[in-house]
């Protein structure tokens, strides 16, 4: 394989820079070329392909979003999309492509594998809901902006008797909920996997407030049951001690330059990706087992999304108290 | 003078921490003891007081909050209350009060010094609305996180075409969202002191996606005119181009350790409250008059809220472009 | 199991705290008293022993260091300091203990174990040199720490010309230095593991320099052969076209609170250890491996230390084009 | 005034970037077409200018180093050089120069005032070392990063006894050293401006010792009489109960994203600086007196350099008990 094509897709996560630069300058020591392909499957389908060098991935390692952009774009759903997009590849010279990104990335990188293109995919998602992985790069990034942002408001409790309420993403999956609650201190945390109903935590807000602490934290992710909107005015309407105040996190959670971990993920994630090319396997994503990088069928981990294990719900009771 | 206390009221504040601290140590140098009231006002009427040596303040120079702890107290706001809290103050023979906090803080104090008790303002709130000072504490750390926030937001700008309104606090005063729109290159600042109507919101934001911004971002005082959410389902409302995308910082712009700013201002605060009170100066606030620090009364300062300078205004257009 | 102690020993990590919090909350909830010991062995031959609740544990979870302390011991090195540290253990009626600290704290543990008393050790070093475990607490704090750095010496690139020596800490173990060079984008890694002679340090930067690069970084681990002074002193000796200019990170890197993953890595571990001693599982430590904990033998894990993956060695070259 | 010229010289300072960002968009305002001059005076000589429009100085306002590069050279010291270096400007039709640098730099814009050309100088040292301006820009991001470095010594001082040397920039002005040691809670300051004996270092921190500190910490300016190794030394030959640590924070110092304060700076003198030429101001610095910026003669600032206020030594010793 002596050229090869990059593209970052779906939802921006930090670590997508370190990725794109381990793929080209491991690919260059491999003799290949590498090409980048700007906003994702607009670009393909636009043909718009760009040659990385070393030069052009200097310096981006510490960057946040990325370099190559990412777009939604609804053509490459359709299988006339997809041929396209094929069409556009051979156009190119291009005989393996890369795709980072999440389930919705993932999905496509599987179309352009059934028609006979040899791709791999790369899992980015600060939601770490992608199945075959133990994790995906940006979470890690995304978890240390949430506790900075939960350390704060725990500084702050200096003034008495609140309760802050705070939304961070998550839509099908409620790791970084999950996750961000126990390792920030939290009081309460409510996610998609499981329900939790607003008197249930008015009531353990209450319970808070009796035994004494002069604050409290609930965690809610955006895809959970009830919205935090929803919970601030429930509170509101029910005493329970405290004052309510609220803080949505927003796309804060998807920027800022690539934690340690995430950049470790992305470099060796970036270059097994460009080996697996190398080898002739295609319609792979490049999996974390352990501390093991393994292929496994994208077919596989694009059947679902991935949830949090719930173990961490009933651990999060017990570091609560 | 011999015996000084010192409270910090109000919203807590990054850098009550180093000017208590500075009050605390210069005062035993100057010969004083010193006592910490806990929880404002209402720890005067209960007569919670504390010896502080230098040890208790080692340590705390980069903590958030306040370890004297604030709190709301209506008691204290009638005469009644007034009298029974300098009373609380001469039962412990404290000689002066050096009262670390906002606009209501300071009301409180100026009850005092109209009862003829020595008292001493220090200003502190991350709003920078007090009279009679260039800069309050704890204004350029909220800076510093506000700007790290829309620092991230611009990182993320990756995924096109959003349009992110980021909430921050100023409920009279647009001094932080204004300021921080210049600094963190913000397209559009909607604060108190000026009314933007929402369809100039839409305007501009079309104006910058016809421009081919790839993304925009409008800071929203909380005490604008119109609130974050009413802006953002008008935009839904009025296609502008861009999708649209909520932060809402809430307390954490009062958390995290004080700035290098912070803690110098504290510091020679502090001091220098401590220097008014063993030189008989009292029914003063320290205020900041460029680069020195100087006596203001604090029935001067109390009569009204500051606004933000709208020269900012203009610059922040020509700054955006 | 009713009555455990928990002590942290050795160099300080980030993550202790956490890991302690984990403890304290766990057997609170498994229904065990917990006692912290401070000052590691010193404060066991002492017999300081304080008794942790819910409550000495709140707000330490994103505190750097550890609130136990920890502290040289010459005494329980010899068999009958370490009788005597069993006698204490005794004398207070403890059933388990827990030792969270490095290579030299789980000798102690080991010592202990010997002499019959159940003793669970957790990995914490921020060289990662322990055997046994993937992963020690600290390091990918640590690691974050170095990371920051880097960019920051990078970001400062803007001064042409200069070759950046930077030492960090790994006396026997090359692990941050090799992965900071990596991920810090760093031009020469020298480690302990792998001896680079001062001529090639200087042919490297020379060819970096006559590659066209306008800086140039070298991560030099405490423990390599050549150390950081003779790399700069010879370096001014060969002209290699940089001027040279050195940072010393020092404890630096042993401070500031824990990462997401450190907190992560110290709250499982920490629960699992208490469980370990509620089985009657001893003499062990809790290892990471791959995604799992699982028990270790201390015996085996204290032989010898952990050495550097020298893969990274070759993918730094690759990576650092 | 049609065109104008923009150059950052000397070392690199966080802030650089907003300045030549506000320097651009206000120019643009007023009419005038920019011009950025690469690598200084070297730049300048090569006749290496480049337009800059509003989207050049695009996403640069939290980048740490300068856009525009620095370089050192010796031939525009010259007479003939600086001749030189005015015909270039002629060449370009440049009508203005905007200088952003130390000292140094301002003397090269002082002799092409002399020479006849409008030219307007910007403070900017991380050392706060240039006479005419209560701040330059850089000193409040190094000092931020000093006080990062601080506060996480301080909390690494759970391994017990312990003293912390650390040094940091500034060669002739003691300031960081001095405000970051009072700011950081550092035991002992060692400045240009102030010689102390190794003797005294050794008996303030054996003081701190028998006092029972737990450790101490040491801020040294490079331009100090007593070098950081020196001191080390000594202390190791003479038992002051402490053990020693050296950090040497180098160009970490210059790097990391510039300060709200800096931003806010750069920006105010940039925009400054332009109207300063459009108001056909020449000759000049902007100086920040107080609050407000004033022009301030090239020639008086270049005289010498800056010293710290040495009422902090003072204050310093009283807050570090």
């Known amino acids: 394989m002596k050229r090869i094509a990059v593209m970052t897709s779906g939802g921006d996560a930090p670590g997508m ?12 020591a491999y003799g290949m ?23 052009e991935v200097s310096g981006i390692l510490q960057r946040g979003g990325t370099i190559l952009q990412t777009a939604r774009n609804d053509e490459f759903r359709t299988p006339q999309g997809q041929r396209r997009g094929l069409r556009r590849l051979n156009e190119h010279g291009i005989e393996g492509l890369i795709v980072i ?26 939601d770490n809901d ?15 902006t949430i506790l900075e942002a939960l350390d704060r408001l725990r500084d702050t409790a200096s003034s008495h008797e609140r ?53 409290a ?35 804060i959670q998807r ?12 470099t060796r994630m970036g270059v097994k990706a460009v080996e697996y090319l190398r080898d002739n396997v295609g319609g792979v994503m490049v999996g974390l087992n352990g ?3 393994v292929p496994v069928p994208i077919e596989e981990v694009t059947e679902r999304t991935r949830s949090v294990d719930l173990a961490y719900y009933d651990l999060a009771d017990i570091l609560s108290r």
Chains 1, 2, 3, 4 share one sequence.
Request: proline share 3%; aromatic share 6%.
């Open 17 to 28: 820079n370190p990725a794109i630069r381990a793929v080209v300058r491991s690919a260059i």
């Open 33 to 55: 070329e590498v090409y980048g392909i700007r906003q994702a499957y607009s670009g393909l389908l636009a043909g718009d392909f760009e040659r990385l060098t070393n030069r």
């Open 101 to 126: 990104g999440g389930d919705g990335s993932l999905r496509g990188a599987l179309a352009l594998h059934k028609l006979g293109f040899p791709v791999v995919g790369i899992p980015a998602s600060i």
């Open 130 to 144: 992608i199945l075959g992985t133990d994790m995906s790069i940006g979470v890690d990034s995304a978890l240390n």
């Open 163 to 215: 309760a802050f309420l705070i939304e961070v993403m998550g839509r099908n999956c409620g790791y970084l909920a999950m996750i961000g609650a126990i390792l920030g201190g939290a009081e309460i945390t409510m996610i998609p996997e499981r329900d939790m109903e607003l008197s249930e935590v008015a009531a353990r807000l209450e319970d808070a407030y009796l035994r004494g602490k002069n604050h």
């Open 217 to 251: 934290i609930a965690v809610i992710a955006e895809g959970s049951k009830h919205k935090i909107n929803e919970v601030a005015e429930y509170l509101e309407g029910h005493n329970v001690g405290f004052e309510v105040r609220i803080t949505i996190l927003g796309h």
């Open 255 to 266: 920027g800022g330059g690539p934690s340690a971990s995430d950049r470790l993920l992305a």
């Open 291 to 293: 501390q093991t990088l």
